[in-house]
Structure formats: structure tokens, C-alpha cells
């Protein structure tokens, strides 16, 4: 496909997340590079993932701000490489109307649940993100296009740390990229660990975020509340915490492998699930514990009642390394929610 059409109003039905070039007119230019904008994966990497693009190269003028973009020296290489720059030089056409008229006011709204204190002395709270129709955010993982949100809950008082608890991700394509995340609506559970449990925690976190639709654009939140003890059962919190995936042992997992050999820029993982046939399209995310390695959508095939997963594993050195096997998390997702596995061992 050619560079952005005059009106590019479909061209951003691929995800613009951008990595600056410069200002036009008072307006900050941007070109299409997914991943490679946030990545953690190195040049090497982040040339493939830009190549990606010139299936459908697009380009579009944003006044907003990214927090996080890639040095104009890495990212001038695979932009000239791949033909975006020129490309990117047409976003100078009017914008959509789409990309026009989106604010993350006007998509985006969010709030604590305070929820209730547990027998553990931790408080089982939630983060509300209700978005407008069509609109998604991203899981953890959140696949070579999307982007995971970041959380800082330093602002707080009483708080020793925070456990996560991800309801199940749902699978999306877009152009011929996968991400997991959630459409809508997210409410996720947070349990906060206080200092003092005889002491109310009051929470103070601010969140940098992803949200998609036909555009996507960087949202952040800040948002406090407090939890006032002993506080009462949120029934959202509850079905929350229910749309947590399964462990391998609820799952019926019998046994899981991993075999890992060297590539030129990091490590080569395959993941071995002896599992029951899940329902619907399976599709399996591979995280390390390590999240400056970036990790490959991973190929999955089966036979029989058993499950491979392969994906490559890519360290910001760009070469191959010594992985905690310990540290690797594989998700399976499926029509029927989530299995969750930690740790992968050696066959």
C-alpha cells in the first residue's frame, strides 16, 4: 500500500503509537511505529516490528505528548529503512475526524472502588477504567503492538506494596497484529499492603496508560482515595477477581516443558503444555520475569493434548543470555478465560 492518503482517515484504523520526528506548524509530527515507540526490544527488533508497517503504512498528526519515545537516533535508521519517513512527511493533510475530535476526557473515565480489608489485614480495592464504545486498553503483556500500563503508587501513606490481580485478557487483530487487553471496561483488583494494618492505607497512584479504537493516544490518570477500614464487599471487585485465570492445576495441566536455545539476538523458548483442547482459537503469552526482555508473539500448534508455544526472547544487549526459567510466566487464553503458569522448567 502507498503512504497516507490525502484524508488518511482509514490509515488510522492501524494503531499510531509514535515516536517523535519533529514540529510542523506548532504541531508535533509523528510516524507510525507500534511496539517500537515503548519497546524495551533493541534497534535490531525494533526495525522488524517497524518493517511490520509497510503492509499499510500510515501517518498522522498528534498533539499530544508521548512520555516515553525512542531516541531519534534509533528510530531514523528503521523509519528510512522501511519508507516511513516519507510517508510520515504526508501527515501534513488534514486529520480525521476520528483523530480530530478524540480526548482522553471524552474516552476515557476512571475511579477507585475502595472495597474491604481481608482476614490477611491487606485491602482488596480496585481501578475502574470505563472507556467510550469500541475503545480497549492493555493487559500486562500486551503483544507487539500495545503498550502496558505503568503504575506508580509512591505517592501513598501506609502502603508496603501492591499485588495485581489481572482478570483474564482478551485476544485482538488488528491488521495482521495481535494484542491482549480489555474493551470497554477494566476493573482490576489491586490489593494493597499496608505498613501498619491497624492504619488505614490512602492511595495515591498515577497511571500512564494505552487506549485504542480507530486511533490509540497516551492517557494518564491520577487518582486517590481512602480506604477507610474495614470498608465492605464490592460485588464488581468480587466478579473481578473471579475472571482471574485458572492456575495449571485447576486447568488440569498434567506437566509443562521448556527448551530454550540461542538465536543471534537473544533466546529461542519453547514451551510444552501437556493440556486439555481449550475452546476457541488458543493463544498462548510467554513473559519473563525480566520485562526489559521483549518477547515475541508466540506460535502456537497442537497435537492432541498437547500444547507448543514458541517465541524468541530478546534482551536490550541484543544477545543471547542466561534466562531464570523460574521467572517465566505462560498464559494460555482461550474462549474460556486463562490458565496461568509460573515457572518453566528444563526437560
Known amino acids: 500500500m502507498a503512504g497516507c492518503p490525502g ?27 507500534f511496539a517500537a515507540a515503548l519497546g524495551p526490544q533493541p534497534p535490531a527488533r525494533r526495525q522488524l516490528v517497524i518493517s511490520h508497517c509497510r ?35 504526508l501527515a501534513l493533510a488534514p486529520q480525521p475526524l476520528a483523530a480530530r475530535d478524540a480526548s482522553q476526557d471524552k474516552v476515557l473515565q476512571a475511579s477507585v472502588l475502595t472495597g474491604w480489608t481481608t482476614p490477611e489485614g491487606t485491602r482488596m480495592a480496585a481501578l475502574r477504567l470505563d472507556l467510550a464504545p469500541g475503545w480497549k486498553t492493555y493487559w500486562r503483556s500486551p503483544g507487539e503492538a500495545g503498550i502496558p500500563p505503568q503504575f506508580d503508587w509512591s505517592g501513598s501513606s501506609n502502603l508496603r506494596g501492591v499485588r495485581v490481580h489481572w482478570p483474564s485478557p482478551q485476544v485482538f487483530h488488528t491488521n495482521g497484529m495481535q494484542t491482549l487487553g480489555y474493551k470497554d471496561q477494566l476493573i482490576l483488583p489491586v490489593e494493597l499492603i499496608p505498613l501498619d494494618p491497624s492504619q488505614p492505607v490512602q492511595l495515591d497512584v498515577n497511571v500512564d496508560l494505552g487506549i485504542c479504537r480507530d486511533i490509540c493516544m497516551p492517557a494518564s490518570l491520577t487518582l486517590d482515595a481512602a480506604m477507610d477500614m474495614p470498608g465492605a464487599r464490592d460485588p464488581q471487585i468480587v466478579k473481578a477477581l473471579s475472571k482471574q485465570p485458572k492456575s495449571g492445576k485447576e486447568a488440569g495441566l498434567a506437566s509443562i516443558t521448556c527448551a530454550v536455545e540461542p538465536i543471534s539476538d537473544g533466546l529461542r523458548l519453547t514451551a510444552t503444555m501437556a493440556v486439555q483442547r481449550q475452546s476457541g482459537t488458543e493463544t498462548v503469552a510467554i513473559e519473563s520475569a525480566d520485562r526489559s526482555v521483549w518477547v515475541s508473539e508466540a506460535h502456537v500448534s ?46
Not at 59 to 69: E, F, N
Request: glycine share 8%; hydrophobic share 45%.
Open 7 to 33: 484524508s488518511i482517515a482509514h490509515s488510522a484504523l492501524l494503531h499510531p503509537w509514535v515516536a517523535p520526528l519533529g514540529s510542523v506548524s506548532g504541531q508535533r509530527l509523528w510516524a507510525a511505529s
Open 55 to 89: 503492509h499499510a503504512p500510515y501517518c498522522i498528526v498528534m498533539t499530544v505528548s508521548l512520555r516515553h519515545t525512542l531516541p531519534h537516533s534509533l528510530l531514523a535508521p528503521a523509519l528510512f529503512a522501511s519508507g516511513l519517513f516519507a510517508s510520515a512527511l
Open 302 to 347: 497442537r497435537e492432541g493434548k498437547t500444547l507448543t508455544a514458541v517465541a524468541d526472547l530478546v534482551p536490550p544487549s541484543g544477545q543471547p543470555f542466561a534466562l531464570d526459567r523460574s521467572g517465566v510466566t505462560v498464559t494460555l487464553i482461550s474462549d474460556q478465560g486463562a490458565v496461568e503458569v509460573k515457572g518453566c522448567p528444563g526437560r
